[in-house]
């Protein structure tokens, strides 16, 4: 008789089964995806799934805030908030000498523009422009803003009117280049001058910030401690107040911003533009944008992005939203509503307007209404700490306000002058040229720190000496109990063996499609296929990146495969776990892949792809052990890939699965931190992972029951020979 056990366990290996499952390391461009599309329902429910989870989050976030009944009360909850901001990051570096230099000077009208270079961590240097107005006295002290710049490939040059125009009304201005933007690109194509090989800003944020989260460490880590390097900076210039720095920042600039005003109580007055909203508004619209914006765990530690601007209280800040902003402007109006109660725990008479006043009311009634600052002299005090600043536009639209948002920091950091009226350049469009010199605004003599400086840090090398640092050399190798702990508390994996309860499946459905709810709303859909015999019968849980009908190569090699096992004699169940399908909007940059984003969407909530991939295994095991036509000693299961080391994680947890046969699967995590450019790895990736286990310890739990044909070997595997430079640079 044939015993198809014989066939998966042992014969798999060397025959060629197996070798028709399709595989792609590097990720596939998928499909144009219409949202609405049911086509699209999975990933549409997972989604809602995920976004319910952190509404709960937010909300009882928002019942504790609301409780706070007194300024010791709030001083206790900017402690422990800061402390969970600073945890969740990694912590900060050592402070370490600038070793700052100038390497030019331009004059300008004005003012002049002196070409900086200082080290934010030694070796690692950070390119920025600072702006000396005319005409100070001697020995005056004059106040200073630090501008980080928006997501865009220019970097600080694209701040160049904005510094301008801070510079002309008396403030020394530090603008630098932050990570993968403008002179600091972390991937550089050696073939094209200027262009990076993981494609736009935030694609080398993304991209950089793979490798930290192995280690528990945010991306966020690195660029907050630049800027508040920069803010040290100015702090030793002898022109500079240091007790008068301000910061100010528009979209990825105001991410950095709400960081650095928030993480650094030296910035004496700060203004974030076209950044703040709520994540309850942010969800249910654009979703999560950026690594550096997205830190791991953030929701479930019960933190949203008031906690940004509460924890500079009782300092200055200006909230600045334009009305059709991406960034939502009602979540916009939600969180300055509740921080304008935080601050009046500090001093009632610093909370500024109330929201329910008639200017803000204007503002939520008419969104294309003239320029508004709500906060004008007229309705306020001038001596109100937090300001809410709305004009008409889209995002980064703040020529109609940039006058109110000068007047926030002449206000703030020059007391005595003339905050109602700001020196304010007339109307510069977009792309405008500077009238300065070509390389005025450039500080290497090549226009990129990886060539001028060929020897300096990256993101890359300095993780590296952090992991050894942050990784024992000593780590126990957890088995058991204490690894299977270890695995559920890194990926998020919650499902046990045996709970979920289902309904044995109707005899008489002999194949077809496969439907299984994993989680309220959020059902798997499969292919099953039973053979025509009676008995019980061994099954084959097939793990595809896609429905075997779909019409691909790689889809029709799974079918076959599909339909080889299922002529062998097994019940076989082909299914795509969650997420799925893969999404265009996840596409930051082709060497991140499709599920980028939606990977960041389950971080924020302390979930992560792998586990809710585990959870969705253990469920369908759950539903074919409970099938009359299965026998349960002989379920196993194929992936490949991705899907390769969801399976070697649900085998740990789960003794049901008598075998695993999987290919191409990383071989190790460490492997993984020390690729140089990871290709496809953010379905990998588990935050912290290798401060508790790594993919060998999970291989050697499984044991026997594990088959492993063409293992990836090595750091070649996972970087650019899994995807030629030359797809790369087309993309």
């Keep these: 008789m044939y015993r198809f056990s014989s066939l998966i366990f042992r014969s798999f290996a060397t025959t060629a089964l197996l070798g028709t499952l399709a595989y792609a390391q590097a990720p596939a461009a998928p499909a144009k995806i219409d949202p609405n599309s049911p086509a699209n329902i999975g990933r549409a429910e997972l989604v809602q799934h995920l976004d319910t989870i952190a509404a709960q989050d937010t909300a009882a976030r928002h019942a504790s805030v609301a409780a706070l009944a007194s300024r010791a009360e709030a001083e206790a909850r900017q402690a422990i908030v800061?402390?969970?901001?600073?945890?969740?990051?990694?912590?900060?570096?050592?402070?370490?000498?600038?070793?700052?230099?100038?390497?030019?000077?331009?004059?300008?009208?004005?003012?002049?523009?002196?070409k900086v270079l200082f080290e934010s961590q030694p070796g690692f240097p950070v390119t920025a422009l600072l702006y000396l107005p005319d005409g100070k006295p001697?020995?005056?002290?004059?106040?200073?803003?630090?501008?980080?710049?928006?997501?865009?490939?220019?970097?600080?040059?694209?701040?160049?009117?904005?510094?301008?125009?801070?510079?002309?009304?008396?403030?020394?201005?530090?603008s630098y280049d932050p990570i993968g933007q403008g002179e600091r690109l972390q991937y550089p194509d050696p073939s094209k001058p200027e262009a990076s090989l993981a494609s736009r800003p935030t694609g080398e944020h993304g991209e950089a910030g793979l490798q930290p989260s192995l280690i528990g460490d945010a991306i966020s880590r690195y660029f907050v401690w630049d800027a508040m390097r920069g803010i040290d900076y100015l702090s030793q210039r002898p022109e500079v107040d240091p007790k008068r720095i301000g910061a100010f920042g528009c979209s990825g600039g105001g991410a950095m911003t709400a960081l650095t005003g928030a993480l650094d109580t030296r910035v004496a007055a700060t203004a974030v533009a076209c950044y703040n909203t709520s994540f309850d508004t942010l969800l249910a619209s654009i979703g999560p944008q950026d690594g550096e914006q997205s830190i791991p765990g953030f929701i479930a530690a019960g933190l949203d992005f008031p906690d940004w601007i509460e924890l500079v209280a009782p300092r200055p800040y200006a909230?600045?939203?334009?009305?059709?902003?991406?960034?939502?402007?009602?979540?916009?109006?939600?969180?300055?509503?509740?921080?304008?109660?935080?601050?009046?725990?500090?001093?009632?008479?610093?909370?500024g307007m109330p929201s329910a006043s008639a200017a803000e009311a204007a503002a939520q009634s008419h969104p294309t209404a003239p320029a508004l600052n709500i906060d004008t002299p007229n309705a306020v005090p001038l001596t109100a700490r937090l300001q809410f600043i709305t004009g008409p536009g889209g995002h980064g639209a703040l020529s109609p306000i940039m006058g109110n948002i000068v007047g926030f920091f002449l206000r703030n950091l020059q007391p005595g002058?003339?905050?109602?009226?700001?020196?304010?350049?007339?109307?510069?469009?977009?792309g405008a040229p500077t009238g300065l010199p070509k390389d005025a605004l450039q500080v290497t003599s090549t226009g990129q720190v990886a060539t001028s400086y060929p020897h300096a840090e990256t993101i890359f090398t300095l993780n590296l000496k952090h992991a050894a640092q942050a990784i024992p050399s000593n780590h126990p190798v957890l088995t058991g109990e204490k690894l299977a702990s270890a695995i559920r508390e890194a990926t998020g994996a919650k499902a046990k063996p045996g709970a979920s309860k289902q309904e044995p499946a109707p005899q008489s459905a002999k194949t077809g499609e496969f439907h299984l709810?994993?989680?309220p709303n959020v059902t798997l859909r499969g292919t099953l296929s039973v053979p025509q015999t009676t008995g019980r019968h061994p099954a084959v849980l097939l793990l595809v990146p896609e429905s075997i009908d779909a019409d691909n190569p790689r889809a029709q090699a799974n079918k076959a495969e599909f339909e080889k096992l299922t002529a062998a004699g097994n019940i076989v169940l082909a299914v795509t776990p969650s997420p799925s399908p893969a999404g265009t909007d996840d596409m930051k940059s082709p060497i991140l892949g499709p599920f980028y984003l939606l990977s960041l969407r389950a971080e924020l909530v302390k979930h992560t792809l792998v586990g809710m991939r585990v959870d969705d295994v253990i469920r369908l095991i759950d539903a074919l052990a409970s099938r009359p036509d299965v026998d349960a000693s002989r379920i196993t299961a194929i992936g490949s890939g991705h899907m390769g080391l969801v399976l070697l994680h649900a085998a740990v947890l789960d003794a049901r699965l008598k075998h695993i046969t999987i290919d191409h699967v990383l071989s190790s995590y460490h492997g993984l931190l020390e690729a140089p450019l990871p290709i496809g790895a953010s379905e990998d990736i588990v935050p912290g992972v290798l401060?508790?286990?790594?993919?060998?310890?999970?291989?050697?739990?499984?044991?026997?029951?594990?088959t492993e044909t063409e293992p990836l070997k090595g750091t070649d595997d996972l970087s650019q020979t899994s995807m030629p430079l030359e797809t790369l640079r087309n993309q």
Aim: no cysteine; net charge positive.
């Design 417 to 430: 002058s003339d905050a109602d009226h700001p020196l304010l350049p007339p109307p510069i469009p977009r």
């Design 691 to 706: 401060l508790h286990y790594d993919i060998p310890d999970l291989a050697k739990a499984v044991g026997t029951r594990l």
């Design 82 to 114: 800061r402390k969970k901001i600073l945890s969740l990051i990694g912590g900060l570096p050592e402070r370490t000498p600038l070793n700052a230099k100038t390497l030019g000077v331009t004059q300008a009208d004005g003012f002049r523009i002196e």
């Design 138 to 174: 001697t020995g005056e002290k004059l106040s200073a803003i630090l501008i980080a710049p928006g997501h865009g490939p220019a970097g600080k040059a694209s701040d160049y009117f904005t510094a301008a125009t801070f510079a002309r009304n008396g403030f020394v201005v530090l």
């Design 319 to 351: 909230a600045v939203a334009t009305y059709s902003d991406m960034f939502p402007f009602a979540g916009a109006r939600a969180t300055v509503s509740e921080a304008r109660r935080f601050y009046s725990l500090f001093d009632p008479a610093s909370a």
């Design 517 to 519: 709810e994993t989680a």
